[in-house]
């Protein structure tokens, strides 16, 4: 995951660490189980919270 990525924006690697650390979550823990992630990239926060739906359609 280190290895790096040539040229790309700064947001593509924000989302991509989400990315990662949803996928985490999902590999070590219940499904039911309630988890909060914490990030300070307003266009990571309000990409999930808020645009991901729209993102989907």
């Known amino acids: 995951m280190s290895a ?4 790309t ?5 924000e989302l991509t660490g989400m ?3 949803i996928q985490w979550i999902i ?3 219940k499904k039911d189980e309630p ?3 914490l990030c ?3 266009y ?3 990409g999930c919270n808020e645009w991901r739906n729209s993102w989907k359609r």
């Open 40 to 42: 300070d990239a307003m």
């Open 27 to 29: 590999d070590r823990f």
């Open 44 to 46: 990571v926060v309000k």
């Open 9 to 13: 924006a700064n947001n593509v690697i």
């Open 35 to 37: 988890a909060t992630i």
């Open 19 to 21: 990315l990662h650390a």
């Open 4 to 7: 790096g990525f040539g040229e």
